[in-house]
């Protein structure tokens, strides 16, 4: 194995619960992710990592490894969270497959295969070493992949080339990504360097620096319900309200029909009874203007619907999530040119492309600390059919550590 350790860091991971919890006010929303964040930091400073510390303010654990050159060069922060999705995350149970060769995986004891008709994916990764899931949970890839990474980075800079010349490193691993809080709390201050990867992203190659604004909106339907025998000019059902209130949104604006930079109103959950209906959204889109007609739009839905009933029956809640970090890594790409050419320099083609979502770094560039994302490895994740590359992920600290090599040759 070209990274001792680390296929083991990767399991033992895995193997952890850490999914967070959108209805805990605590932070981090689970105790689990505060248990792994300490787990982590046992593990940094068995390595050598200095300066470990966790911040109970925001959850995350944060060390340094010290320059080994006195060039005067920018410190770099790699970041990864811990948390896994909203997918069962209890006994996840990761199997090995090696040499995969193209043709159907099946996930355990489950009538779930990866079929590589349905998951073309797949005829990316002949030859490659699969770890997937056993069909019952997800595999914890997002992001556990990316903790293992930096771990591993870590590791083979203080133990396994000691010589290896480099600035000042930070690394952090944080909580709650997966319900777009984790950052929120984020202290760029502490953390202390001139700029910061994610590692995050998907498949090889990946290089994230333009994503979604994003905005989530949370609306109430009252209603007055009579029996249905006397309703006629009387009922005012709350469902048909959330019914009428979707049908009025723009009917190709949705994740099944968007791609690339295309924005979406995406309805997450609808429930109640005649009496009172609540509907959730999530509002996205790369452009600032159509990001904020997007939820205007929205708010003029609602006002249009309460003129026409005459009382306000309809209440719009729309908050910002995060916003396109395109606009502040575009004052300085110095930091994509700089992870683009490491790519190239081994031999991995560059994908610089929109997400289709946002990561941690979205805040934290707008904290004032250029954050963008580059790939971890994982497929298809989220769910059952989650798999990632051996090769892939190895690949991955291959960048990390051909970044920091040319940054260490970048001096200010």
Known sequence: MKYEKFLDRFLDYVKINTRSDETSTSTPTTQS?????HKLAEEMKAIGVQDVHYLESNGYVIGTIPATTDANVRKIGFISHMDTADFNADGINPQILENYDGSVIKLGSTEFNLDPTEFPNLKNYLGHTLIHTDGTTLLGADD???VAEIMTMADYLINGNPDFKHGEIRIG????????IGADKFDVPDFNVDFAYTVDGGPLGELEYE???????????QGKNVHPGTAKDVMVNAL??????????????RPEKTEGREGFFHLLNVEGSPEFATAKYIVRDHDKAKFEG???LMQEIADKMNAELGVER???????QYYNMAEIIEKDMSIIDLAEEAMKNLDIQPKIEPVRGGTDGSKISFMGLPTPNLFAGGENMHGRFEFVSLQTMEKAVDTVLEIIKLNSQKTV
């Open 33 to 37: 992710q505060v248990d792994f964040a």
């Open 144 to 146: 556990k992949s990316g």
């Open 173 to 180: 691993f944080g909580p709650d990504e997966e319900i777009g």
């Open 211 to 221: 994503t979604f604004s994003a905005a989530g909106a949370s609306l109430e339907f």
């Open 240 to 253: 048909q309200l959330a019914i009428d209130y979707h049908n009025a949104l723009p009917d190709g604006d």
């Open 294 to 296: 997007r939820k205007a």
């Open 314 to 320: 309809v209440k719009a809640d729309i908050k910002d």
